[in-house]
């Protein structure tokens, strides 16, 4: 079998376990495990539980009374759940080219000599030393061979806990040490609960889960984080086969109970579905803030004050006016914002910063930036000119762990020049002065937050499951909708009205109305007397094109909030977008009531009279709408059009004649064309024409705009045998 077919048949078993066809899931798991490489152990197990299920379909028809079939059920079912993802790891460790399967090969021939609990006592045994060697050292550099002994123990237990599938009660039992520990530094734990992610990830094992459950009451914040975090990824993948699992469901309820865990993981969730929006991000930086920057180099150059001492500190006003005038004002106040919100506005920049060797071996991508990992400890300890530079960036609290990494090798492998400029610039008055402001603003107890902490960890798992090299070999969980409630077990932990309204919120406010949609409609059926989630339920539906929806949402709300302008206006939208004019225009009239100097409401007001073939009263509007504001070009185009068709050519002409050069699109030069005709001015009609095909780019879009307008033509006089030959005068 090849790995497409192992996982193919794999899935086909998942599918009937959700459709509760235990039997059949039985049968194909047990052709599964037949095939040649898989662990001929399994079967044994699988027997067992045919045997148990068949004595259970034998009470039930016998009529007996069974109080302990539901549970019994569950647990059947569970374990072919099991046993199957179990036969197709085995089946892949013999044939799969994935790292996973390669190290899990390489250990089978090997006894490993890597335990949870002789790792642990060695890392509490480094972290002694290291505290001992620093009492005696008198501030001199901790030994090489000391960090990379604890660098390597770190890398060991994190590989042989990924590639461990299931953990014996044994193994259970030795990894609570770790969250149990006193002296094992926070560092490790961190590691050691990135590695259990990953490896649950991999594949579902009850006692990990459990294990990053109780890690997240760690008194750490770090590494109580990444359990948290660990804990909502694997509950989100794994969300609808938990409920097969009534300890670890009692368990996740407990602490919800006791330890607010709902609210916790909502947080993370957030911050997930936050990272999904990092393209985007990484595009507009890409596309429109970098390069306005690059745009306007030389102008920054000239806007920097000089270094010269003066008595004025204050900041010069025509600098505030060039940034306006270059419109970059904005776009750093937009960045700011989505930093401040917690949005990963980095990944444009390191992206390219992750092919260091360091990033070649799986665990770096996981281990919390600190100074004295073996890779980094010579840039960033003793007399290296370059260590206080580099601690003036890398505690300023703003860049995730990986970040952190990328950032210490791209300026360790400068060029000698390059870092005496930069050394120069980042004078020691400069750093004390920024040490100072780091104190007065908290800038680290900010970062000590445990929202920061995870949102920091988010991002370095986005770069994992994105930039890492072996990335196709991962289930990317950014990838696809996070849906957090299409599982019962999360939908508990997540569905109180406060935490649904959080997120719904968020997706809304990034404009994932479609995601926000169905919860704001679950919200409603809660709280029918809610106005603001009939807004937003309307506005999502409006942005889905679901007109006829989103009119009776926006009726709801302003039956519950009467003659709310937002909601009237939204109302005349959606009656003007399905072609009702009538009923938008009574919505318009009443909106401009309430506010008769909108100009948007006047605007469609006289869209709306010009559909209907009013072009008096539609002028009306526009002439108003032209006095209210100022070089009103959809003023001028709608004037131009309303008097075409209402027989006013010399005022069409006129109206057409005043959209500069500049602001012309091809429609003005179609419409001024057909003004021109139907005036009888021949020239000007081909000349008008000629330019309106130039700027449609094609022949064929110039006609088929140009064939839109027949009706049009012919109801104003032209001949309908004389609109192809006056289509050819522009080819």
């Known amino acids: 079998m090849n790995e497409t077919s192992i996982n193919k048949q794999h899935q086909s078993i998942i599918d009937l376990l959700k459709q509760k066809r235990l039997k059949e899931a039985q049968a194909q798991t047990e052709a599964l495990i037949a095939q040649g490489g898989a662990n001929p152990l399994l079967g044994n197990r699988l027997e067992q539980g045919k045997v148990s299920y068949a004595y259970m379909l034998q009470y039930m028809r016998q009529g007996m009374n069974d109080p302990q079939r539901k549970d019994m059920y569950l647990q059947l079912c569970a374990d072919v759940w099991n046993l199957a993802d179990l036969a197709r790891l085995s089946l892949l460790d013999k044939d799969s080219a994935h790292y996973y399967h390669e190290l899990r090969r ?93 490896s649950l990830l991999e594949c579902f094992d009850e006692a990990k889960l459990l294990w990053l459950l109780r890690a997240t009451k760690h008194n750490e914040t770090a590494p109580a984080q990444r359990a948290l975090t660990g804990l909502a990824l694997a509950l989100l993948a794994y969300g609808e086969r938990i409920g097969l699992y009534p300890k670890t469901i009692k368990a996740l309820n407990l602490y919800n109970e006791e330890y607010g865990l709902g609210a916790q993981l909502n947080r993370i969730v957030i911050q997930l579905l936050r990272a999904q929006d990092t393209e985007k991000i990484n595009r507009k930086m890409q596309q429109e ?215 719904a919120d968020f997706l809304f406010q990034k404009e994932r109305r479609a995601e926000a949609l169905p919860i704001y409609r679950e919200l409603l059926s809660r709280m029918p007397d809610d106005a603001d989630l009939f807004q937003k339920t309307g506005f999502c539906l409006q942005k889905e094109k679901r007109y006829g929806e989103a009119i009776e949402a926006y009726r709801m709300a302003d039956v519950l909030k009467p003659d709310h302008v937002w909601t009237i206006r939204h109302l005349a939208t959606c009656h003007r977008l399905s072609h009702q004019y009538e009923k938008a225009l009574e919505y318009y009239r009443h909106a401009e009531q309430i506010q008769p100097d909108n100009a948007n409401v006047l605007y469609h007001s006289g869209t709306c009279l010009a559909a209907l073939g009013r072009y008096e009263e539609a002028l009306q509007h526009f002439f108003r709408l032209d006095l209210q504001e100022e070089h009103c070009t959809r003023a001028w185009r709608s004037i131009a059009w309303c008097s075409l068709l209402s027989g006013r050519w010399p005022q069409a002409a006129k109206y057409y004649g005043r959209i500069p050069e500049e602001e012309r699109c091809a429609d003005d030069d179609l419409n001024a064309g057909h003004t021109a005709w139907v005036s009888g001015d021949l020239p000007a009609a081909v000349e008008h024409y000629r330019k309106a095909a130039a700027r449609y780019g094609s022949q064929a879009k110039f006609r088929q705009a140009f064939d839109r307008d027949r009706a049009v033509l012919t109801g104003l006089g032209i001949a309908e045998e004389d609109i192809p030959l006056m289509e050819d005068q522009t080819a």
């Open 289 to 503: 803030i970098i390069p306005e920057m690059i745009k306007n180099v030389d102008l920054l150059r000239q806007l920097r004050p000089g270094t010269e001492e003066t008595d004025e500190d204050d900041a010069n006003p025509d600098w505030a006016e060039a940034f306006d005038r270059m419109g970059l004002t904005e776009k750093m106040q937009e960045m700011n914002e989505l930093q401040m919100e917690g949005s990963d506005i980095y990944m444009s920049s390191f992206a390219m910063l992750k092919n260091y060797p360091f990033f070649h071996d799986l665990v770096n991508w996981f281990v919390p930036f600190y100074r004295e990992h073996s890779s980094i400890a010579p840039l960033l300890t003793g007399d290296n000119p370059l260590s206080r530079p580099m601690l003036f960036i890398l505690d300023s609290g703003f860049f995730c762990n990986s970040d952190k990494y990328s950032l210490a090798f791209m300026l360790q492998y400068l060029s000698q020049a390059q870092r005496d400029q930069m050394i120069a610039q980042l004078t020691n008055a400069d750093i004390e002065r920024w040490e100072e402001e780091q104190r007065a603003t908290q800038l680290q107890k900010h970062a000590a937050r445990p929202e920061v902490i995870s949102n920091q960890y988010v991002h370095d798992l986005y770069r994992f499951f994105r930039l890492n090299r072996r990335r196709a070999e991962f289930r990317d969980p950014f990838a696809g909708t996070i849906r957090p409630y299409d599982c019962p077990v999360l939908r508990t932990l997540l569905g109180t009205d406060g935490q649904m309204k959080q997120v």
């Open 106 to 198: 390489s250990r089978a021939y090997r006894q490993s000599e890597v335990s949870i609990t002789g790792t642990l006592h060695l890392l509490e045994e480094v972290s002694d030393d290291i505290a001992l060697y620093r009492l005696t050292a008198n501030g001199k550099p901790l030994p090489m061979e000391l960090l990379q002994k604890h660098d390597n123990a770190c890398r060991e237990i994190f590989l042989e806990t990924w590639t461990n599938s299931q953990w014996s009660k044994e193994e259970e039992e030795e990894a609570d040490l770790w969250i149990r520990s006193m002296s094992l530094p926070s560092i490790d734990l961190c590691i050691m609960a990135s590695a259990v992610t990953l």
